[in-house]
């Protein structure tokens, strides 16, 4: 686990959660209470948050990721998603000249991290078109740092994958309870997806994870059990995303997480594990307007923009809703410059 921050501010109100996480307390006691900061409290969470990724990456620099959504194809039956492989929905895969031309595009507007993302396909033919595509990116824009995000594959596909040259990988645990990880994943279990990540970071992988939260049946321990989970595992990065129940995913009439439970364990993530990058979501500003300067200020330092998936395939790729917030570059120019923090002009890690 990353050193905690201690002392780093000094709010009014003794005893808060606050006041003890800024004196080193890590109890289960403290970090419950801080989930449920809200108000004045919640502000000197985030403000504590933000002196520990103050600390760590003084030039105050956002790493600005752009992301192509290679592929919606899904074997998975996720509960929560809209792409589940029982989705009727028109299903795709980037060919390679396309993909190229989109790269290309990217690299000439200045950005150096590239998101490849895709549905949970593990068929080989599908893993070595993507790791061709990777030795071709590499090969073509060697300074472009390159970030996979694919789902379960087997141990010997993340070794081709990373011999290919991918340098990061992101794999959501989701959850923490093996119960609760099969009721909204059937016929996948957290054992296979913690198997899963070992393996990423024992073939090189510099590897990020997280959980959603808000979701049906998940209890605010379960959440404390799932920042503990992050402190056990070798991350270079992290995330938090709340759920946005999709009108074709199977919980499509649950309710909408609580973005503040969501903000408060980022701010709680940033705290614990200062030295790993952290997102700041979409989801958030579709769960609450603001949500994504939120992120910011409770001590996000990467930002995605939805400025690489060719536009005819952007509607086919609803991880949760058709009705997607895909930030583009102004709309994250606006957040980082609200939140007074720059863009970076290369991977922060």
Same mark, same amino acid.
């Given at each position: 686990?990353?050193?905690?921050?201690?002392?780093?501010?000094?709010? @009014?109100?003794?005893?808060?959660?606050?006041?003890?996480?800024?004196?080193?307390? =890590?109890?289960?006691?403290?970090?419950?209470?801080?989930?449920?900061?809200?108000?004045?409290?919640?502000?000197?969470?985030?403000?504590?948050?933000?002196?520990?990724?103050?600390?760590?990456?003084?030039? %105050?620099?956002?790493?600005?990721?752009?992301?192509?959504?290679?592929?919606?194809?899904?074997?998975?039956?996720?509960?929560?998603?809209?792409?589940? #492989?029982?989705? #009727?929905?028109?299903?795709?895969?980037?060919?390679?000249?396309?993909?190229?031309? %989109?790269? +290309?595009?990217?690299?000439?507007?200045? %950005? %150096?991290?590239?998101?490849?993302?895709?549905?949970?396909?593990?068929? !080989?033919?599908?893993?070595?078109?993507?790791?061709?595509?990777?030795?071709?990116? #590499?090969?073509?824009?060697?300074?472009?740092?390159?970030?996979?995000?694919?789902?379960?594959?087997?141990?010997?596909?993340?070794?081709?994958?990373?011999?290919?040259?991918?340098?990061?990988?992101? *794999?959501?645990?989701?959850?923490?309870?093996?119960?609760?990880?099969?009721?909204?994943?059937?016929?996948?279990?957290?054992?296979?997806?913690?198997?899963?990540?070992?393996?990423?970071? +024992?073939?090189?992988?510099?590897?990020?994870?997280?959980?959603?939260?808000?979701?049906?049946?998940?209890?605010?321990?379960?959440?404390?059990?799932?920042?503990?989970?992050?402190? =056990? *595992?070798? *991350?270079?990065?992290?995330?938090?995303?709340?759920?946005?129940?999709?009108?074709?995913?199977?919980?499509?009439?649950?309710?909408?997480? !609580?973005?503040?439970?969501?903000?408060? @364990?980022?701010?709680?993530?940033?705290?614990?594990?200062?030295?790993?990058?952290?997102?700041?979501?979409?989801?958030?500003?579709?769960?609450?307007?603001?949500?994504?300067?939120?992120?910011?200020?409770?001590?996000?330092?990467?930002?995605?923009?939805?400025?690489?998936?060719?536009?005819?395939? #952007?509607?086919?790729?609803?991880?949760?809703?058709?009705? =997607?917030?895909?930030?583009?570059?102004?709309?994250?120019?606006?957040?980082?410059?609200?939140?007074?923090?720059?863009?970076?002009?290369?991977? *922060?890690?």
């Amino acid at each position: 686990m990353d050193a905690g921050v201690s002392a780093l501010v000094a709010p @009014q109100r003794k005893n808060s959660p606050v006041e003890a996480l800024a004196s080193g307390d =890590r109890s289960r006691e403290t970090l419950r209470g801080a989930l449920l900061a809200r108000g004045t409290e919640q502000e000197e969470l985030f403000s504590l948050a933000r002196a520990a990724r103050d600390a760590v990456w003084p030039a %105050r620099e956002v790493e600005t990721r752009s992301v192509i959504e290679l592929s919606n194809v899904c074997q998975q039956s996720c509960n929560y998603c809209s792409m589940a #492989k029982e989705t #009727k929905l028109k299903r795709y895969v980037i060919k390679h000249e396309l993909l190229m031309e %989109r790269v +290309e595009f990217l690299h000439a507007l200045g %950005r %150096r991290v590239l998101v490849l993302q895709s549905g949970e396909n593990d068929s !080989d033919n599908f893993v070595g078109y993507v790791a061709k595509c990777v030795t071709e990116i #590499k090969r073509r824009f060697p300074d472009l740092e390159l970030i996979l995000s694919l789902g379960n594959l087997s141990h010997a596909q993340y070794v081709r994958l990373r011999e290919a040259g991918a340098e990061r990988y992101n *794999l959501k645990f989701e959850t923490s309870s093996p119960s609760l990880y099969e009721m909204w994943k059937p016929g996948d279990s957290l054992a296979q997806r913690l198997a899963c990540l070992r393996d990423l970071i +024992e073939v090189g992988f510099k590897t990020g994870t997280g959980n959603i939260t808000g979701m049906p049946g998940q209890s605010l321990d379960d959440v404390l059990d799932d920042l503990i989970l992050l402190g =056990r *595992l070798d *991350l270079t990065m992290m995330s938090c995303t709340v759920f946005i129940p999709g009108e074709m995913c199977g919980y499509r009439d649950e309710p909408m997480g !609580d973005v503040d439970i969501a903000l408060n @364990q980022m701010a709680l993530m940033r705290i614990l594990y200062p030295t790993r990058l952290m997102p700041t979501t979409s989801c958030l500003e579709r769960g609450k307007k603001g949500g994504q300067l939120a992120g910011l200020m409770a001590g996000a330092n990467t930002v995605t923009i939805h400025d690489g998936t060719p536009e005819e395939f #952007k509607k086919l790729f609803p991880i949760y809703s058709t009705d =997607r917030c895909s930030p583009d570059y102004a709309r994250c120019e606006a957040i980082v410059r609200d939140a007074r923090l720059s863009f970076g002009k290369a991977p *922060l890690i």
